[in-house]
C-alpha cells in the first residue's frame, strides 16, 4: 500500500512530499484517510531545530478523517467511521496510564523520542529505509495507520477540518484549564501567549465561568481574537503591569504560560496573585530552564504546576470537549486559519511560523 506523505528531513531543509509504503493495519490497528492536520507547536519545534528528532520523518499529530480499513480484532470503529486522531495511546500497564494520563507515559515518550509508535516499528519505509513518525502519529499523510485507541470517534455533525482541532490544540488548551486548573466560578484568569493553544485556554476559562479573563501577546490579531472568544482585557506583555493596575495589581488566581518559553512561564509566575497557581501549558525548547524564587513558594504560597495534552486521557476528555462543541459554547470554526494542499506543505510551515492567525491546515486529500 502507498501514500503521499510530507517528509521532514531536517531543520533548514524543505519538505519533500514523496509516496511512501505503508504496511496493512495490523492487529487492533485501523487504516485512516486524513482530512485535515493543524500544525502544533511541536511541529514548529522541530522546523526550527529546537529539539531532535530521526528524519526522514512525517511530522502532524492533529489531525481528522474517516476510517477507511480496519486491522484484525478492532471491534469500535469500522470503515466509513469519521474519527479525531490523539496521539496519546495507552500502554495500559504504566503508572501514568493507570491514572489516566497516557501523554506522560515513559513508553510513550520513549517512543515520541524514537520516532516510532509505541512498539517501536513505524510501518512506513521508502525505498526500503525507514520513515519516521513525529509525536507517534506522522498525520501530514494520505493515509495513516494508527492505533484503534488513538482514533477516537467524532460522529457526524462537526466538520473534518474544526475536528482536526480537536486532537491536539483543542485538548491541550480547554483541558488545561477543565481538567487541571479547574478555577472555580468567578476566578480571575490570566493566559500569556494567545496562539491555537492560548485561544483555547481563553475559551476553557470561558467555559469554566471565570470573570476575568485578560490575554498577554504581542499582536494585536491574536489579541482581537481572543476577546472575541472570551478574553475581557488584553495587553501586548510588556503592558501587564498597568492593564492589571485597575483590576488585578496584586495578580490573578490562575496564570496559563501556553508559550513554554522561561521569559513567558517567569511571566505568569509573577502575575500569579499569593496563593494563586501558574500552570505551565506550552512546551519548552529542548534544553530551557526556570529561574525560581523560592519565597514565590514559601512566603507567598503560590503553586507552579503543568498540565500535559489537557491533562486527562483523551478517549475520556474527547466526548466532554464535543459536548461543548455541540453547545455552541466551545467554537472551533472562528480558530481556523489559511488552509494548504499537502503539495503546499512548505507553505504552511512558513505561514505557521510566521504567527498566521488561526491553526495552519493542511488538507493532505485536497
Ligand atoms: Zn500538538
Ligand atoms: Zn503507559
Known sequence: MTSRAALFHGPGRPFEVAEVELEEPGERQVLVRVAAVGLCGTDLHMVRGEWRRPTPMVLGHEGAGVVEAVGLGVELLAPGDRVVISWAPSCGHCADCRRGRPAACIELQRAIGGGTLLDGTTRISRDGETVYRGTATGALTELLTVDESVALPLGEDVPLEQAALLGCAALTGVGAVLFQARPEPGASVLVIGAGGVGQFVVQGARIAGAGEIVVADPLDSRRDQ?????????????????????????????????????????????????????????????????????????????????????????????????????????????????????????????????????????????
Open 226 to 366: 481572543a476577546r472575541k472568544l472570551g478574553a475581557t482585557r488584553d495587553c501586548p506583555p510588556e503592558g501587564l503591569k498597568e492593564t492589571l493596575a485597575a483590576v488585578a495589581p496584586d495578580g490573578l488566581d490562575y496564570a496559563f504560560d501556553a508559550v513554554g518559553a522561561p521569559e513567558t512561564s517567569a511571566l505568569a509566575l509573577r502575575w500569579t496573585r499569593n496563593g494563586g497557581t501558574t500552570v505551565l501549558v506550552g512546551l519548552p525548547a529542548a534544553g530551557a530552564r526556570l529561574d525560581l524564587d523560592p519565597a514565590d513558594f514559601s512566603r507567598r504560597e503560590k503553586w507552579l504546576t503543568g498540565s500535559m495534552y489537557g491533562s486527562e486521557d483523551p478517549a475520556v476528555a474527547l466526548p466532554v470537549l464535543l459536548e461543548h462543541v455541540r453547545s455552541g459554547a466551545l467554537e472551533l470554526e472562528p480558530m481556523l486559519g489559511p488552509r494548504y494542499a499537502l503539495d503546499d506543505v512548505n507553505a504552511a510551515f512558513e505561514a505557521s511560523l510566521a504567527g498566521a492567525p488561526g491553526r495552519v491546515l493542511v488538507l493532505p486529500n485536497g
